[in-house]
């Protein structure tokens, strides 16, 4: 079915017994050893001796080889051979992994969002690839996904309960360990579907649950055919990861609006009054108005978005700020917005009237600095009652991102104003 041998690489030759093997872990029913040939460390994958004789086994651990050769990805360990020496007998050889288990490696670090997100993102790639190549894994669980000291990559491993629709035969139960799908403590072989479900139960377990509710939901589904296609979990992990991506840009947008009024208020007294009053107002307003573009940028359809963003259409006279909703179970920090937007909502109505009856630019540059600070203050305030009450970064940031886009629209608004007169 495939070649005996990965065809990128230069033969091996450590089937001789010449070659120094190390024993470094005995299982159930394998043997790992290692060996170094040309300066590269290699595994060797093995049967114990009393299983060597037995054709069933010999056959299942050829089948490991056969669907694990096919593979040179990354994110999953190389197969390069297939050999049989005097004292090992036939053997698997792969390339040798310097990595700690995904569990080890989440207990040892301190890892942030980002970086557990940026984990389950690799993982669901990599399974996406098998599974488009008509394999799945059957035994996935911690233990079997190596992240690389070297650069902190995913290395998904041990292929030995692995199956492909390729193979009629040499069929057996997989998987029966607190990672299994429900089908599978039912002594079924398990499919792509199992190993969507153990998916959904690791990203649980790397603590993107407020993020990935919907997807953890969906995967550990008790009806295999409720699950979705691990093509589509990745799909909406992509989209997730790109909506996350805007927060930074968010911050950023605040500062430069921040920058913007306080460089009016530069120009304003370096230049002289006579000189900017007619057009300092507009060139700060279409600044502003390329922020608010900035951020309020559609993404692409995904699940839905954790933040409702306000209806554009709306004028500074009647400006009523909508609480978004962040959909994260926690009443007490939805009251809190909800007296944050009622807080702003004052402030638009006070400054609103003033600033469409203003004719003199530079009075309204100075109302727009005093009423920015003012709001840029309620924020403040709110975040700080946030993290008292013990809420996680990423919420607070779901709530910021709700508030300055609103705070954006308004701005935009006066913008519009500014333009008919």
Not at 351 to 357: K, L, Q
Request: charged share 25%; net charge neutral; aromatic share 6%.
């Amino acid at each position: 079915m495939f070649s005996a041998s990965n065809s990128s690489l230069s033969p091996l030759d450590i089937s001789g017994a010449e070659s120094a093997i190390i024993l470094i872990s005995e299982r159930a029913t394998n043997i790992l050893w290692q060996t170094v040939r040309h300066g590269r460390r290699l595994i060797l994958k093995g049967l114990r001796p009393d299983l060597r004789v037995k054709p069933e086994y010999v056959a299942m651990l050829r089948k490991e080889f056969e669907l694990g050769i096919k593979f040179d990805n990354p994110g999953i360990v190389r197969i390069l051979d297939w050999i049989e020496r005097p004292d090992t007998g036939p053997c698997i050889v792969m390339e040798y992994v310097d990595g700690v288990s995904l569990s080890e490696y989440i207990d040892k670090k301190h890892l942030s969002r980002d970086e557990r997100f940026r984990l389950a993102l690799e993982l669901a790639k990599v399974l996406s690839l098998l599974h488009a190549s008509g394999v799945s894994h059957r035994d996935l669980k911690p233990d079997n996904i190596l992240v690389t000291r070297t650069d902190n990559h995913i290395k998904l491993i041990d292929f030995g309960l692995s199956d492909s629709d390729d193979f009629t035969i040499l069929k057996r139960s997989a998987a029966t360990n607190t990672y299994g799908a429900p089908e599978q403590k039912d002594d079924f072989h398990g499919d792509s579907a199992s190993d969507v479900y153990t998916f959904g139960v690791i990203i649980q377990q790397l603590g993107l649950t407020s993020s990935c509710r919907a997807i953890i939901k969906r995967c550990t589904a008790t009806d295999p055919t409720k699950r979705p296609p691990i093509s589509d979990v990745l799909s909406r992990l992509q989209n997730i990861e790109k909506r996350h991506g805007r927060l930074p840009m968010i911050s950023t947008a605040v500062i430069l609006i921040g920058i913007i009024v306080a460089l009016t208020i530069t120009l304003i007294i370096s230049r002289g009054r006579e000189n900017v009053e007619n057009n300092i107002v507009t060139d700060t307003l279409v600044m502003t108005r390329i922020v608010h573009d900035t951020i309020t940028a559609p993404t692409l359809p995904s699940e839905p978005t954790p933040v409702q963003s306000v209806p554009e259409e709306q004028t500074p006279t009647s400006t009523q700020p909508s609480s978004s909703k962040i959909i994260i179970n926690n009443p007490d920090a939805d009251q809190l917005f909800e007296n944050l937007c009622a807080d702003m909502k004052k402030i638009i109505d006070s400054y609103t009237p003033r600033f469409n009856s203003m004719t003199d630019n530079v009075e309204k540059a100075k109302l727009m600095l005093e009423c920015n600070d003012r709001v840029r203050r309620l924020l403040e305030d709110f975040k700080a009652k946030l993290r008292d009450q013990g809420l996680r970064l990423s919420h607070i940031a779901q709530y910021e991102s709700a508030f300055l886009i609103q705070w954006s629209n308004y701005t935009a608004q006066w913008s519009n104003t500014a333009d008919k007169h």
